[in-house]
């Protein structure tokens, strides 16, 4: 994601690719961490306590960018701005919640539907053009869901459509962000995206503040840190290299998370789970291919 500064933007596929496995792995290792501490303490303090350390990071990106925290802080769409924070801050946290009532290899076979959500969503929201064969991967995809979900099957788990939930709000959140970049930097984005987040939830955690013991503050600090690092990776990967070459390694996301959720918490992989995550990730795939093609075609 660079901005149109002048500069001819690099595109190194292979460095790119390597970033965004290594963000991947980041970003499973802090769902890990996020299931373990949301088990013992609040969900709520949790977040708070992860967005300080993300508003933070952002706060001192900001300051040594062009145009300092001045730039940063410029918007015309403060209430979008605002609105996007929020929204990111509320789908962590249900995220995260799904963790702890579902598992890691199931919330995330799940949430993994949001690229197929976001191109559904582009038409109302963005008024771009849907045209049927990414409708026919949507409807595959969401077919996927529901073999993971089974509605049909037994006594249906209720708790099944958080992540769903989680998915939406963060499809939303990335069509909004699509949105506001037509008048804002990424650089303003990110920047509201932190702080705005942060209010929010120190306003909502602190009333459920508990004591921690000395070992999961350390893993506190790692879930900070991990948080920040994921982030650079991927901004880092999207200054190297095109969006549509490398994000359909984003899915390896899905592994890490399956790999950790069954050596560490000891879930087992349903065979449900396997064919409707590879119909998602089938179907998300020919969402990006189906999209590169239309840009290279323009």
């Known amino acids: 994601m660079t901005q149109a500064t002048g500069r001819v933007q690099q595109n190194n596929i292979p460095a790119g690719i390597a970033l965004m496995l290594a963000a991947t792995v980041v970003f499973a ?176 955690g602190l009333w459920f503040w508990e004591p921690m013991s000395a070992a999961d503050w350390r893993w506190m600090a790692l879930l900070c840190v991990s948080g920040a690092t994921g982030h650079w990776l991927l901004i880092k990967c999207y200054e190297m290299a095109e969006a549509s070459a490398v994000q359909p390694f984003a899915y390896f996301h899905l592994m890490w998370t399956a790999i950790l959720g069954i050596t560490v918490f000891g879930e087992t992989l349903r065979s449900a789970v396997i064919i409707g995550a590879a119909l998602i990730v089938a179907a998300g795939l020919f969402t990006l291919w189906r999209e590169r093609a239309q840009s290279r075609s323009r």
């Open 29 to 204: 290792l802090q769902d890990g961490i996020s299931r373990h501490l949301a088990s013992s303490y609040n969900t709520y303090m949790v977040v708070m306590i992860r967005y300080w350390f993300f508003a933070a990071f952002v706060i001192a990106l900001a300051a040594r960018s062009r145009g300092g925290l001045r730039a940063a802080t410029r918007t015309a769409q403060p209430g979008l701005q605002i609105f996007r924070g929020l929204l990111l801050a509320g789908e962590i946290c249900v995220a995260v919640f799904g963790f702890t009532v579902l598992g890691l290899i199931e919330s995330m076979a799940v949430f993994i539907c949001y690229p197929l959500l976001v191109a559904a969503l582009s038409g109302p929201v963005l008024g771009e053009k849907v045209g049927w064969r990414r409708w026919a991967a949507i409807g595959v995809g969401l077919v996927g869901v529901l073999i993971i979900l089974q509605p049909g099957m037994g006594v249906f788990n209720p708790w099944a459509v958080v992540p769903l939930i989680s998915a939406l709000m963060f499809a939303l959140y990335g069509l909004l962000t699509r949105y506001a970049a037509r008048q804002d930097s990424t650089g303003t984005s990110f920047f509201w995206t932190g702080v705005s987040g942060a209010v929010a939830m120190t306003a909502v």
